[in-house]
């Protein structure tokens, strides 16, 4: 058997005999006008141009005609699904056109995912039988095979045509919650018969993880807009050295959030490389199946704070807004919008949100002399220090500040040890740690992030 073949083999396995009966074109196009909870999805560029192919090839009035039309149509599919495919860095299930298609299914926000997602809440008996149906008009449309589109499309256009069945996609990762959750998913519809009877699951994987972009990303950054982040930093709470009671409080209060309470705003303050954002950033890995997920929210952005809350209020998910390296340069004055963030508005901070920040500067803003003298108001009224109070005032909103110190050198010596063990790496204990001590003088200072760049380029060396 050929590499290509057992490709196809592989991914073919997990569809069911059932799944692989082709329907007729009029069944396909009946199956495309049955749409309720999931006509989303037809809004997607692709699914819609394979909907309007199936027209074309029924002839359809007004959908366009001919063997131009057709065959134009589904190159342009062939290569979207081919591409999609190729470039993806999670494992195909079926071919090029059943995996894109049970990808978008579980993407797509609908008001079935939303209500499933709150779980206790329960569905009505008008949303199970009309999802039941639905389910079974999907599945048709997921049982036409690459082999059936290649035929369709060259008795349309008497010309060959290429066929989407085997795609090899560019890597085979499942690093995230997400992505082995949403794998799971899709080989259960792909060996399932019946797909009316694969609701119940359905629901339960929208209960965990949520929906929508929420179901397949742990981690989001804001610009102007949530955009999820693919390959979000793998690092992990175990993988971290020292610094336990900092990090025990951190968790804490994050366990807390989780819980159902209003939780603490967090500020982590102290020196550079002491892991105050890793330490933020490995908490969707510990907490990400619990509903843990991380907004990134850069400084110029922290005036659209209550956008990003109002947007994440109704979600049944935990949401940490993180605000990393913060700080302010005499002269600005966006703190004020933080500060207003943090005090609380008209529009009170939901349960479900809490803002984490690192920072290297205690109060958050350059502090100059000016700012600590007196001035007078435009009615004569001496102010004392207003400018002063005012910012320092700011990292005082925070409810819990944890502060992170650089180690002295036998704290930073243990963690070298440490992080040496867990990268298998085996030599003498004094020649270990002469080597670390020179390597701080000769680089960053003594700090973890620096006792991790020492056993870096160490484990490179003995390769």
């Known amino acids: 058997m050929s590499m290509e073949q057992q490709v196809t083999t592989e991914q073919q396995a997990y569809i069911s005999p059932k799944a692989l009966m082709t329907p007729s074109l009029q069944e396909a196009l009946l199956a495309w006008e049955a749409f309720g909870f999931f006509r989303p999805m037809l809004e997607d560029e692709t699914i819609g141009l394979a909907r309007r192919l199936c027209q074309v090839l029924y002839g359809i009035p007004g959908c366009g005609a001919g063997e ?16 999609y495919g190729e470039l993806s860095r999670s494992p195909v299930i079926g071919d090029a056109w059943q995996n894109y298609f049970l990808d978008h299914m579980l993407l797509v926000e609908t008001s079935f995912s939303k209500k499933a997602q709150y779980g206790d809440a329960g569905l009505g008996a008008a949303m199970r039988e009309g999802l039941a149906l639905e389910l079974a008009n999907l599945q048709t449309l997921f049982r036409l095979s690459a082999d059936w589109w290649q035929a369709q499309a060259q008795a ?8 989407w069945k085997e795609v090899r996609p560019l890597a085979e990762e499942m690093d995230s919650l997400p992505q082995k959750a949403r794998w799971e998913m899709k080989k259960a519809f792909a060996c399932c018969p ?17 929906s929508g972009r929420f179901a397949h990303f742990l981690a989001f950054r804001w610009e102007g807009q949530l955009t999820g982040v693919t390959r979000p930093d793998p690092i992990r709470l175990e993988e971290l050295v020292g610094y336990g009671r900092q990090r025990a409080e951190v968790i804490e209060n994050t366990e807390r959030l989780l819980a159902g309470y209003r939780a603490n705003n967090v500020l982590l303050y102290g020196d550079r490389g002491t ?7 490995a908490l969707i890995h510990r907490f990400g199946d619990q509903g843990l997920r991380l907004v990134e929210v850069p400084k110029s952005r922290l005036a659209d704070f209550p956008l990003i809350v109002d947007m994440l209020k109704e979600r049944p998910q935990k949401f940490i807004l993180f605000i990393d390296d913060l700080s302010f340069e005499e002269g600005e004055d966006s703190y004020k919008e933080l500060k207003a963030v943090l005090e609380g508005g008209i529009a009170v901070r939901p349960d479900n949100v809490a803002i984490y920040a690192t920072s290297n500067r205690r109060h958050l803003i350059r502090e100059v002399v000016t700012d600590r003298q007196p001035h007078f108001t435009d009615d004569g009224e001496l102010r004392p220090g207003d400018t002063y109070q005012e910012k320092m005032s700011l990292a ?8 992170f110190l650089a180690p002295g050198q036998e704290a930073y010596l243990e963690i070298v040890e440490t992080l040496a063990r867990q990268q298998g790496i085996e030599m003498d204990s ?15 200072g003594r700090s973890g992030r620096t006792a991790r760049q020492f056993i870096d380029s160490l484990a490179q060396e003995k390769k």
């Open 68 to 83: 131009a039309s057709a065959q134009s149509l589904y190159w342009n599919l062939f290569e979207r699904l081919v591409g």
């Open 156 to 163: 349309a256009s008497g010309r060959p045509a290429p066929v």
């Open 194 to 210: 019946d797909w009316r009877e694969a609701a119940p699951a359905l629901a339960r994987y929208h209960r965990q993880f949520g």
């Open 275 to 281: 892991g105050k954002s890793s330490t933020v950033k």
């Open 396 to 403: 005082d909103r925070f409810g819990i500040t944890v502060t």
């Open 430 to 444: 004094e020649e270990l740690r002469r080597l670390a001590l020179r390597w701080e003088m000769r680089h960053n």
